[in-house]
């Protein structure tokens, strides 16, 4: 058993690395805020990011864990979330002017809320993350209890699965933004809500078991929405949904992972690109959902597009809400390509 030195030791690197995570993304927020010229000079828009993106970190680590022995924790989270901003700005403002409401009525900062809507993403980021690590912690002592609590594992490895955000994603899309404000100011703006609608997205699935086709279909035309702005040309997509198919319930967190392995294994490694084409079709009490791309598809050295942490995730996913009245199948596509087809209950009409 770890030694309670030991475990300081751990912390100790935890909460360094929650602060050095939160020094990376106030940078990149510092720069974009100071590009849009909502901050002026350099080094005021960095004091007044990292005085907010701290002062969350901080309230985060200090009151979050007390505040959970007596609330739910998106109350929990709200709290300490608004406590970091009012004790950041309150820094920003005296420091940089020493007073607060003349910090709120300067012009180069007559917009505040950019900056506090950069803060909420980073929460929404850092919040995620926190819940993936209890999750974890939840499913390894999951493992341990009687066969009576399996839905309780399931259960745990769902919400896994939703906290999951990629951090080289995020951070990728917020570089993209700041190299294409001055240049493409309209593509930035687009990935931007595109960015929040996957954000926002990520975060309400923490707290559903269900979702609906056409909210899976919205959220993965934001991600196919943010990589075509990213790779231009190199990436097509159409979706072939019909109406009355996208009010039909199902778990959530199935499509958008393989959509997910689709860019990043199959089209993404080749130099021309590729297409991603998904479609629907019912048959009586079965759903097929099939993505369709262009990439390297399964014959590849290593054989990554058949074998991604997404495609596994869905696998035992399907078995354990399912067992085998679900199916994924990966096919070779013709000439070049995945097939990937989904086949699912739904209940008879």
Same mark, same amino acid.
Request: net charge neutral.
């Given at each position: 058993? #770890?030694?309670? @030195?030991?475990?300081?030791?751990?912390?100790?690197?935890?909460?360094?690395?929650?602060?050095?995570?939160?020094?990376?993304?106030?940078?990149?927020?510092?720069?974009?805020?100071? =590009?849009?010229?909502?901050?002026?000079?350099? +080094?005021?828009?960095?004091?007044?990011?990292?005085?907010?993106?701290?002062?969350?970190?901080?309230? @985060?680590?200090? =009151?979050?864990?007390? =505040?959970?022995?007596?609330?739910?924790?998106?109350?929990?989270?709200?709290?300490?979330?608004?406590?970091? *901003?009012?004790?950041? %700005?309150?820094?920003?403002?005296?420091? $940089?002017?020493?007073?607060?409401? $003349?910090?709120?009525?300067?012009?180069?900062?007559?917009?505040? =809320?950019?900056? &506090?809507?950069?803060?909420?993403?980073?929460? /929404?980021?850092?919040?995620?993350?926190?819940?993936?690590?209890?999750?974890?912690?939840?499913?390894?002592?999951?493992?341990?209890?009687?066969?009576?609590?399996?839905?309780?594992?399931?259960?745990?490895?769902?919400?896994? %699965?939703?906290?999951?955000?990629? #951090?080289?994603? %995020?951070?990728?899309?917020?570089?993209?933004?700041?190299?294409?404000?001055?240049?493409?100011?309209?593509?930035?703006?687009?990935?931007?809500?595109?960015?929040?609608? /996957? %954000?926002?997205?990520? $975060?309400?699935?923490?707290?559903?078991?269900?979702?609906? $086709?056409?909210?899976?279909?919205?959220?993965?035309?934001?991600?196919?929405?943010?990589?075509?702005?990213?790779?231009?040309?190199?990436? !097509? +997509?159409?979706?072939?949904?019909?109406?009355?198919?996208?009010?039909?319930?199902?778990?959530?967190?199935?499509?958008?992972?393989?959509?997910?392995?689709?860019?990043?294994?199959? *089209?993404?490694?080749?130099?021309?690109?590729?297409?991603?084409?998904?479609?629907?079709?019912?048959?009586?009490?079965?759903? !097929? &959902?099939? *993505?369709?791309? !262009?990439?390297?598809?399964?014959?590849?050295?290593?054989?990554?597009?058949? @074998?991604?942490?997404?495609?596994?995730?869905?696998?035992?996913?399907?078995?354990?809400?399912?067992?085998?009245?679900?199916?994924?199948?990966?096919?070779?596509?013709?000439?070049?390509?995945?097939?990937?087809?989904?086949?699912?209950?739904?209940?008879?009409?």
């Amino acid at each position: 058993m #770890p030694s309670s @030195s030991e475990h300081g030791s751990v912390r100790r690197r935890e909460i360094g690395g929650d602060y050095f995570r939160t020094a990376i993304f106030c940078t990149a927020i510092a720069v974009t805020i100071w =590009l849009l010229k909502l901050a002026e000079p350099l +080094w005021a828009a960095f004091f007044v990011s990292f005085a907010i993106g701290f002062s969350i970190t901080t309230a @985060s680590l200090l =009151l979050h864990p007390p =505040l959970l022995r007596w609330l739910p924790p998106i109350i929990a989270s709200i709290i300490t979330t608004g406590v970091g *901003i009012g004790v950041g %700005l309150l820094i920003g403002g005296f420091g $940089l002017y020493g007073d607060l409401l $003349l910090f709120l009525r300067h012009e180069s900062y007559g917009t505040p =809320l950019l900056a &506090l809507f950069f803060g909420v993403l980073g929460i /929404l980021f850092f919040g995620t993350r926190e819940r993936l690590q209890e999750a974890e912690t939840a499913l390894a002592n999951a493992r341990a209890e009687q066969l009576a609590r399996e839905k309780t594992h399931l259960e745990t490895q769902l919400r896994l %699965l939703q906290a999951q955000i990629e #951090p080289h994603f %995020l951070f990728n899309t917020l570089s993209n933004v700041v190299g294409m404000i001055r240049t493409k100011p309209d593509a930035a703006e687009r990935m931007l809500l595109d960015l929040t609608t /996957l %954000l926002r997205a990520n $975060l309400k699935r923490t707290r559903t078991e269900r979702t609906t $086709l056409g909210d899976e279909l919205a959220v993965v035309s934001a991600l196919l929405e943010i990589n075509q702005i990213r790779m231009g040309e190199r990436l !097509t +997509w159409s979706v072939d949904v019909p109406e009355p198919l996208r009010t039909l319930e199902l778990p959530p967190m199935l499509l958008q992972p393989l959509v997910e392995n689709a860019v990043k294994h199959g *089209i993404e490694p080749l130099e021309d690109g590729g297409r991603i084409h998904i479609t629907a079709a019912r048959r009586e009490d079965t759903l !097929t &959902l099939t *993505i369709a791309d !262009t990439g390297r598809g399964l014959e590849t050295d290593p054989p990554s597009a058949a @074998s991604g942490v997404g495609i596994a995730n869905v696998q035992r996913r399907l078995q354990a809400l399912f067992g085998d009245g679900a199916s994924l199948a990966l096919t070779e596509n013709a000439p070049r390509g995945l097939i990937a087809t989904l086949t699912l209950p739904v209940p008879a009409t």
